[in-house]
């Protein structure tokens, strides 16, 4: 009896133990059952690290590249370059640049640089961008094009094949350099809607024949047939550059465009230069600042 007695309480203190290994190697590996319910509050409790997010909304250094725009060409004075008024990366507190709003005025003057150029095309974008990413930015601006349609004649407007191979090598300079850096990229003017709103200016139209952008705006009061379809040519390959800044900008994760924002902005006589009626004023560069930042910090491209 004694001996059948001790063989029922080893019995039992078996069925415990194994019991209890099993619960404890089911803890251990997150298996089935109650013990892997627990593992799985364990784990909801503590989710794992998301992967950081591709666009940061709120980059710690800003590079400029571009044309007379990001110059602030004729904001100031008459055929004179005014970077301090910049949409890019001025210091002007009535513009408030998309470095002061992303950076504060003094993170701006520190962290911020413009390697634009007054009259430069697509083609000098590479060499431009090569200046940049020795500052290493976490983001470059570019604003380039208009000069690619503002050319002597329709036939000297750049080829959109060629525009499209130097915007290429531009980017690629920057990749090759900084793969982690951003671009906002702004689309090219409404040539056409610049010259309806400068050719009412009899100051402006006097300034335009000094040069400026005429292929568009020469003869600015003619309407013979011949002009509109001069003024249509360069509307269309202005379209046709933005197309490209578009499709080459998707191919890069770390690329915005501004989904043609800067092009379907109606200018008014406030946000062009009271020098020349073409280039942005305070008021315009203000403006396009605020395209640069709404575009930058958007939650989704």
């Known amino acids: 009896m004694r001996k059948r007695r001790q063989r029922h309480t080893r019995a039992a203190l078996a069925a415990v133990a194994a019991a209890v290994l099993a619960t404890a190697g089911c ?48 904001a100031c004075d008459v055929l004179s370059d005014c970077p301090q008024v910049s949409w890019a990366t001025g210091s002007d507190a009535r513009v408030g640049s998309l470095a002061v709003r992303l950076l504060g005025a003094a993170g701006a003057a520190r962290r911020s640089w413009n ?24 983001l470059v601006t570019v604003m380039a094009g208009a000069n690619d349609a503002c050319r002597s004649s329709v036939s ?9 191979a130097d915007f290429e090598e531009a980017l690629g300079t920057l990749r090759k350099a900084l793969p982690k850096s951003q671009v906002y990229v702004a689309s090219v003017p409404n040539l056409k809607r610049l010259w309806s709103q400068g050719r009412t ?9 000094l040069g400026i952008c005429p292929s568009m705006l020469a003869d600015a009061d003619d309407l013979t047939s011949a ?9 269309r390959r202005v379209e046709a550059y933005n197309e490209v800044l578009e499709e080459v900008c998707a191919k890069d994760r770390r ?6 924002a800067v092009f379907d902005y109606r200018f008014g006589t406030e946000q062009l230069s009271q020098w020349d009626w073409f280039h942005p004023s305070r008021n315009g560069q203000a403006r396009l600042a605020e395209i640069a930042y709404r575009t930058v910090t958007a939650r989704r491209p």
Request: glycine fraction near 12%; charged fraction near 25%; include cysteine.
């Open 27 to 74: 803890d251990a590996f997150g298996g089935g059952g109650p013990a892997g319910q627990k593992g799985s509050r364990d784990s909801s409790s503590h989710p794992p690290a998301r992967p950081a997010p591709v666009w940061d909304r709120s980059p710690d250094s800003v590079a400029a590249v571009g044309d007379s725009i990001t110059r602030g060409f004729d």
């Open 115 to 138: 390697y634009a150029q007054t009259g430069a095309r697509m083609s000098d974008l590479p060499g431009q961008m090569a200046l940049a990413v020795k500052r290493r930015p976490a």
């Open 156 to 164: 000297a407007m750049t080829p959109v094949a060629d525009f499209r």
């Open 201 to 209: 200016n009899p100051l402006g139209k006097q300034v335009w024949q």
């Open 227 to 235: 002009a509109v379809v001069r003024r249509d040519r360069v509307q």
């Open 255 to 260: 690329c915005r465009f501004d989904g043609d």
